[in-house]
């Protein structure tokens, strides 16, 4: 059974940095696209960021170009993204999830998600 959990979220001022790590258990984590997705309170679930099973292909949402990365260690079996001038919008529950495709921004095509981790960007 495939499993995701989420860490390193919390509370940051409007321009600070946070760093979140996504361990994976229970599959060939190399064999797979990895994503991030986010869901603000009252507001649709929206994607993030993925990365293909190498690395070497990323995908990443406009409103978050420039600002954050999204990396893997498959050795590790952990995904990470980097936020960097965070702003109070993106105050959300960051989810990771694996995807069964390509890159690409559709929930659909990611088949097991994590349980979340709080970012609260504070203005």
């Known amino acids: 059974q495939a499993q995701l959990v989420e860490s390193g979220g919390g509370l940051v001022q409007a321009g600070g940095s946070l760093r979140l790590s996504c361990a994976a258990s229970?599959?060939?984590?190399?064999?797979?696209?990895m994503g991030w997705f986010r869901q603000a309170p009252g507001k649709e679930r929206e994607f993030v960021a993925a990365?293909?099973?190498?690395?070497?292909?990323?995908n990443y949402a406009d409103s978050v170009k420039g600002r954050f990365t999204i990396s893997r260690d498959n050795a590790r079996k952990t995904l990470y993204l980097q936020m960097n001038n965070l702003k109070p919008e993106d105050t959300a529950v960051y989810y990771c999830?694996?995807?069964?495709?390509?890159?690409?921004?559709?929930?659909?095509?990611?088949?097991?998600w994590g349980q979340g981790t709080q970012v609260t960007v504070s203005s």
């Open positions: 999830a694996r995807g069964t495709g390509g890159i690409g921004a559709n929930g659909r095509a990611y088949d097991y």
């Open positions: 229970g599959f060939t984590f190399s064999s797979w696209t």
């Open positions: 990365i293909h099973w190498n690395g070497g292909d990323t």
